[in-house]
């Protein structure tokens, strides 16, 4: 049996990516509870570092 569990920092950055109405209003409960602000700062960071890394490596287009 696989169980796979997402931290709060991960649901607020979802939320913070899909937009939704309904989601500011979660963002705002998870801001207010229990959102660790340096896990939430490190993944964006981390995604940027991915993405910049795939696009210095993609072909370029002529």
């Not at 607020?12 to 207010?32: P, R, S, T």
Request: aromatic residues 8%.
């Amino acid at each position: 049996m696989t169980v796979r569990l997402v931290s709060n920092e991960d649901i607020f950055l979802f939320k913070l990516i899909a937009g939704h109405d309904d989601d500011i209003e979660d963002m705002n409960v998870f801001v207010q509870t229990s959102l660790d602000y340096d896990v939430a700062f490190r993944q964006v960071e981390d995604v940027k570092i991915r993405r910049r890394s795939k696009c210095a490596s993609a072909p370029r287009r002529a």
